[in-house]
């Protein structure tokens, strides 16, 4: 393979670059020429790490095969998330270990097959029909409205609700949650991250754990048959969620189950008045596969990220322990050799083994489902309600150097 052509001081975690565009071109150039590639940062670039860079991951194979080996690849050692504010410690970093996202089998493990019962398919079906009411309700205001702001009006209500209805959260305090979550993860945005970054994000993620945690506590002194009462009392196996992991539960449901969703919810959208064609094939069939193809389409998270726990190769390239290796699924989902035609919205796509949710290792989105379920609905209420919504003006995307968002966009509901 030839050298990239990848000019002297890209950073494929800059934020600047991605609030202006996805560096299609230079994944493509990485997968035909370096499919594992040395990305050198400045300490200033790296966002918290100060570690010299990072390796980029950019095919759908070698990104599957970190997946898998939670043991070479640890999640825990320096975290997921590739891009933390500036001013950020060594012992903040590792306070980030209580999360689910960071936590490396055997805990991981445990603390999953814990979670895991509030996403099971009984559970998740369950949500159906109030979801279904829920997003008629959201897209009948807007279209009330006329026109408007897709995102804060349409895209984030019903991910916003879910998780409210998960949980119990009462539904006038959802907007808190879309607050917290954008302030504790937008911090590279101007709009969420104010003066001190990594200060506004400290206090929005402590306002997350102390909510929850108090939830906890009231669920474990009067239970109340709700999902969070099963999930804070041992069940017949001995295990339930300390009120503190409670509260770092909730924190992963801000990041996967608002963030994440209601992103995906306004590419998709974006996606299907750029692509007429298919608006009007989803409108008249409904497709199964829609979904997903929505789901590879946006890439809502742009990377995560793992650190090689021994010496190592990856891609004809030798790993040293200690080294960030970054998961760019935003390049992997449109791999030419994983995908037919992948620049091609097609939402009758079969198979479409993207890695919108993560790779196939322990670490696959354990609300996949839920996810699924939310984009379904949303769309289907979209197009029963408003199925000729036009576009007003281009999105507004979010400055982040992992999250691929879309902080506003004007749109016409007709």
């Known amino acids: 393979m030839s050298a990239p052509s990848i000019p ?30 040395w990305n050198p940062q400045t300490d200033e670039q790296s966002g918290g790490f100060r570690d010299g860079g990072y390796w ?21 050692r320096k975290g997921t998330v590739i891009r933390l504010p500036g001013e950020v410690t060594p012992e903040q970093i590792e306070i ?15 603390i999953r097959r814990i979670v895991a019962k509030g996403f099971s398919p009984r559970a998740v079906e369950g949500l159906r029909a109030a979801l279904a009411e829920r997003a008629a309700a959201i897209v009948h205001a807007a279209r009330t409205e006329g026109h408007g702001d897709f995102v804060e ?23 808190k949650l879309f607050e917290w979550s954008n302030q504790m993860l937008n911090y590279d945005d101007p709009e969420y991250g104010g003066a001190s970054t990594a200060e506004v994000s400290a206090r929005a993620s402590m306002e997350i754990l102390g909510y929850a945690w108090n939830m906890a506590e ?5 239970p109340l048959g709700d999902i969070v009462s099963q999930l804070v009392h041992a069940d017949i196996d001995g295990e339930a969620l300390a009120s503190e992991e409670f509260g770092f539960f909730v924190i992963l449901l801000a990041v996967a189950g608002n963030e994440t969703t209601r992103n ?20 008249r069939e409904r497709p199964r596969t829609a979904v997903d193809e929505i789901v590879r389409w946006a890439s809502p998270v742009t990377v995560f ?33 994983a995908f037919e035609d992948p620049f091609r919205f097609d939402i009758t796509r079969d198979p479409n083994l993207h890695l919108g949710f993560g790779g196939t290792g322990a670490h696959f989105c354990i609300g996949a489902n ?38 506003h966009w004007q749109v016409r509901y007709e």
Request: proline content about 5%; some cysteine.
């Open 305 to 337: 990220q793992r650190t090689a726990t021994a010496d190592t190769e990856l891609g004809g390239q030798r790993i040293r322990a200690g080294d960030r290796v970054g998961l760019f699924y935003s390049s992997a989902n449109f791999d030419e050799d």
């Open 153 to 175: 009006q349409v895209a984030c209500e019903l991910p916003l609700q879910a998780i409210a209805e998960l949980i119990g959260i009462p539904q006038e305090d959802r907007h």
């Open 264 to 283: 995906a919810i306004t590419h998709g959208m974006k996606a299907f008045v750029d692509n007429p064609e298919q608006w009007e094939l989803y409108k």
């Open 56 to 76: 980029v991951v950019s095919t759908h194979e070698d990104i599957k095969e970190v997946s898998r080996n939670a043991e070479l690849f640890s999640a825990s």
């Open 370 to 407: 839920l996810a699924r379920l939310e984009i379904g609905l949303m769309f289907d209420a979209i197009a029963e309600v408003m199925p000729n919504l036009t576009e007003l003006s281009a999105p507004s995307r979010l400055r982040s150097g992992w999250i691929n968002g879309i902080k």
């Open 96 to 110: 980030t270990g209580a999360l689910l996202l960071n936590m490396d089998p055997p805990k991981h493990t445990k």
């Open 218 to 222: 009231a669920r474990r002194a009067e």
């Open 8 to 37: 002297a001081g890209f950073d494929f975690t800059d934020p600047a670059l991605w609030e202006t565009r996805n560096p299609i071109r230079e994944f493509a150039e990485l997968r035909r020429t370096a499919p594992v590639w």
